[in-house]
């Protein structure tokens, strides 16, 4: 693990099993958190973003998957070797995620005061007045109006934008190193999304906690994370600082990525047309099946019969990028 790194993922395999076959959905993925940083983990959907997250936090449920192999320390500590119990203090104290919709994970029968307070007792040993306190400090941190009042409100009397601050201010409420955001900002409107990601960022800021961004979504990725790790059917392609990424992208599926963004700065022509966006042709791979060689091959034009075969290994291209492709020019 790296001097300054908190949280350390290794060669993590989690696996489903369905009635097709086992699903991989997450296939050899590594990459380090550093105290304080804003790493973002960018992909299509599918491609295992959201397991990855959920494997960190061992929520896999037990009936359907598991992590068939890999690391996952946190300050030094294996994850995989803890009891449920030992997982649970660790959950929403020491490591919180946001998940993707509020509403469903925001319990429609209890206040939201209710629900941040039962977790801010459960990990800080505090009275349930104390905890209740600092409920209505923590809305009143995410900038919730008249957070006294909103304390005894149910989740449905609230707003898309409201329900996502609540559960930014849960997931803060116990101080946590590491805070898992699986896109937060999926459901929201541009100018609350804004909202959100200029608080998570200023909170991260004040307080010092290290943010996991999960998105699809690249201009997110621009505007609000130092590193960035590009995923494509389960496996890492690309890791690189977020400028190098932007000013050079190397693997051919970060480049697809990069030509499908909406550019306000390309002119129309005469008749006041824009060119099309560039589409990424083919169709992702099945994860039932075991991928030989490179998983982007079948949809890459640079793509050889060593691609097909063999799995590139990562190259560093310096400056903390590196790229897993045969065919890239350093």
């Known amino acids: 693990m790296g001097v300054s790194a908190i949280l350390e993922v290794r060669d993590l395999h989690t696996q489903f099993n369905t009635l097709d076959g086992v699903v991989r959905a997450v296939d050899g993925v590594s990459f380090d958190v550093a105290r304080g940083e804003t ?147 999926t459901a929201l409107d541009v100018t609350i999304q804004a909202q959100i990601l200029d608080l998570m960022i200023e909170l991260k800021e004040k307080t010092g906690t290290a943010i996991v961004l999960i998105t699809h979504d690249l201009g997110v990725v621009a505007e609000t994370t130092e590193r960035v790790v590009v995923m494509y059917a389960g496996r890492k392609v690309e890791e690189a600082p977020v400028e190098a990424l932007f000013e050079n992208p190397l693997h051919p599926y970060t480049r697809g990525l990069m030509r499908a963004i909406p550019r306000l700065d390309v002119e129309a022509d005469a008749a006041g047309t824009r060119p099309r966006l560039q589409e990424i042709p083919g169709l992702v791979p099945i994860l039932t099946q075991p991928i030989v060689g490179c998983a982007f091959a079948a949809r890459c034009e640079l793509a050889t019969d060593r691609c097909r075969a063999t799995l590139p290994p990562f190259v560093d291209a310096g400056g903390g990028h590196t790229v897993a492709c045969w065919e890239v020019k350093l």
């Open 39 to 185: 790493l973002g983990i960018v992909g299509e959907s599918g491609c295992g973003k959201s397991v990855t997250a959920l494997s960190i936090l061992r929520l896999i449920p037990p009936e359907t998957g598991r992590i068939a192999q890999g690391s996952i320390r946190f300050e030094g500590n294996e994850l995989t070797h803890l009891s449920e119990q030992q997982m649970k203090s660790l959950r929403g104290h020491r490591i919180s995620m946001i998940f993707q919709e509020p509403m469903t994970s925001l319990n429609p029968v209890l206040t939201v005061g209710t629900q941040i307070a039962e977790n801010v007792v459960r990990h800080m040993n505090v009275s349930w007045a104390a905890a209740r306190d600092r409920a209505r400090e923590m809305l009143d941190l995410v900038r919730i109006a008249d957070a006294r009042r909103r304390l005894d409100e149910y989740p449905h009397q609230l707003s898309g934008g409201m329900r996502q601050r609540v559960m930014i201010a849960m997931a803060l409420s116990c101080d946590p190193q590491v805070l898992i955001a699986d896109e937060p900002t």
